[in-house]
């Protein structure tokens, strides 16, 4: 239900661009989101949006991701510039209505 895209691997300094898409069948979005699971480490929120607008980044990111969303055809997208190797993990799309969405992920590898 929702299906995510732009997963690739890029040189450290490069940038990504992940699209997520929410099926019809999921109706009501609030916030759209990414969390990503690192090697090593537990699953974190990556950045966040609400069908307002207002966005949230984690401290890692803050000046190098921004997340944007399309409420009309709710879909968002993560823009991840300046990449590092601390960054490379599976990004998992998220919606939430009166539940949690969970896309299947997309790989993220950065190379040093």
């Known amino acids: 239900q929702l299906v995510e895209s732009g997963g690739g691997l890029v040189q450290a300094g490069g940038s990504l661009r992940l699209s997520c898409a929410a099926s019809e069948t999921i109706f009501s979005i609030n916030s759209m989101g990414w969390f990503r699971q690192t090697p090593g480490k537990q699953r974190e929120l990556v950045a966040v949006?609400?069908?307002?607008?207002?966005?949230n980044y984690a401290a890692s990111v803050r000046d190098r991701f921004i997340i944007s969303r399309d409420n009309s055809k709710n879909t968002v997208t993560l823009q991840m510039n300046n990449l590092k190797p601390e960054d490379t993990g599976v990004y998992y799309c998220?919606?939430?209505?009166?539940?949690?969405?969970w896309g299947p992920g997309t790989q993220v590898t950065v190379s040093s």
């Open positions: 998220t919606a939430m209505t009166g539940r949690l969405y």
């Open positions: 949006i609400t069908n307002g607008g207002s966005s």
